[in-house]
């Protein structure tokens, strides 16, 4: 199946499991015990949940009455085996569920005490599988302390008390994130797993580079390849032509490579990348696709580290889009990632450097010489400019250094002309720069952490047209006057600040960036042990 085009693949697999009359007859009781609880079976429930307040106040709120282990529960563990069985479909840990061993729990139910167990066992099972399904299987804190998100996580008791009143394979279906984004991936990940079964995309391309107009072996190769990935319609041309050269240029597009047509070292070391490497990517992006498990806003700005882009998207369209320069990949200057609202831009801003550079970078030029970085002024705790030959900087410590450094506003300041703010913990905003060189790049990671646009005045126009009759003149004229301005927004925007190494398009096209941050690898690596596998295609 072509990697380009997902929206036409895979039709959707249907969850059924079929339980045979032995689990039937298990887990149908006597109809004494249908109508009241055993004093072993409550007795067993209390004991299995007791280390789980919201299972054992749920047992409790309901007088221990049977929610799985009674003829109306064989619905709920038909949904729920079926569901559990089919976890890897969606990248998740199988083993933490174990279907299999549930069932044969069930069958083996052989007293009440073994039926109290089983119960708990089961409601645990779908709590479980909820918070994975819907809000990841990790902690994504615990992983990179750059991943600031706040993840969404359910409340269990609720989550419960949903279940009961709810058709239980109804319920299930709609747990996973509802997002076309979370559909797209699973379509691809079923793609790259037959492309990595079968293997579909053919040998490696040999050599370290191929140039238009050459032919070959490893020209062949190349054609091959970009054919069964998608990118090259069926030819059987033997040499590197104009259609050769688009479908190159296509791939590096798709890949965020330069798209010059020339299959270099670097080009032709993503287009042998394996299928399962995509596949990683792909299992990463549906794990961080259920950590962003939340209302993205009609109009939203997506800040797409991986690819240096900053987009505003409405209803699902993306309207504006700007190139992006992040932070670097040194461990502090790293932009983390969180989700907010924008609710204001300040227009000709000032710079208060950050506390961070302060220690790290400029106290120790001050020290070595006190008339260093002339352009930034000494402010004490009062606000007040301090001349510089006052300050004895020597006798300070990055501990315990009182000042603050400030740049006037000024086409040369660090943040440009204008800054766009959404309060938050780790001072990162977006915001012009001078440095406009750094655009013109195809790695753009070169700030201490905030990041810089490439058309600020036009993502600044494009934010204030749904309250500015125009937008242009509100904004220029503000620009013009010199003062430092803050223009709020009538209608805060979310800002989602994202980290994706695979993602798709809206018309299903699958894509690829490099890990630069190395977050991703981390990522599929507490996957692993989480008990995530790479597996054949299911169904």
Known sequence: MPLRFLARSLRPVALALALGPAV???????????????????????????????????YRGRDYAPVWTVPAGVDRLRALLAVLERAGDHGLPVARYDAAALAGAVRGM???????????RLTRALLD???????GALVPARIDPGIVREVPVRDRATLLADFLAADPAEFLRALPPQSQEYARLMRAKRMLEQAAASGAWGPAVPGAGLQPGQTGAAVLALRNRLMAMGYLPRSAAASYDAALTRA???????????????????????????????LKSVLVAMERERWSNIPRGDRHIWVNLTDFTAKIVDHGKVTFETR????????????????????YMEVNPDWTVPRGIIRRDYLPKLQ??????????????????????????????????????????????????????????WSIYLHDTPDKHLFGREV?????????LGDPFEFAYALLARQEADPRAAFDAVLASGRQTRLFLD??????????????????????????????????AALEQAGVVLGAPQG
Do not use: W
């Not at 599988?129 to 809000?135: E, N, S």
């Not at 753009?444 to 810089?452: D, E, H, Q, W």
């Open 24 to 58: 039937l007859s298990a887990i149908l009781p006597p109809p004494a015990l249908a109508e009241t609880v055993a004093p072993a079976f409550r007795q067993a429930v209390a004991e299995a949940a007791a280390d789980d307040a919201a299972v054992a106040d749920f």
């Open 110 to 120: 052989a007293s009440e005490r073994d039926r109290g167990r089983v119960e708990v």
């Open 129 to 135: 599988y909820a918070r994975d399904i819907q809000t």
């Open 248 to 278: 190159v240029a296509a791939f590096q597009s798709a890949h965020g490579i330069t798209p010059d047509g020339v299959a270099d070292a670097a080009t032709l070391a993503e287009i042998n990348r394996p299928p399962e490497d995509r």
């Open 324 to 343: 992006a320069v992040i932070g670097s990949a040194i461990a502090d200057k790293r932009t983390p990632e969180f989700s907010h609202r924008m609710t």
């Open 368 to 425: 070595a010489n006190p008339g260093a970085l002339g352009h930034l002024q000494v402010i004490d705790s009062r606000g007040r400019v301090v001349p510089r030959g006052q300050v004895n900087f020597a006798r300070y410590t990055a501990a315990n250094f009182p000042f603050s450094l400030r740049q006037p506003p000024g086409q040369g300041n660090a943040l440009g002309q204008v800054k766009f703010m959404f309060p938050n913990p």
């Open 444 to 452: 753009r990671a070169y700030s201490s952490g905030c990041v810089r």
């Open 491 to 524: 209608e805060p925007v979310p800002i989602h600040i994202d980290y994706r190494t695979a993602f798709t398009t809206p018309r299903g096209a699958l894509e690829f960036r490099r890990d630069i941050y190395g977050r991703d690898a981390a990522i599929f």
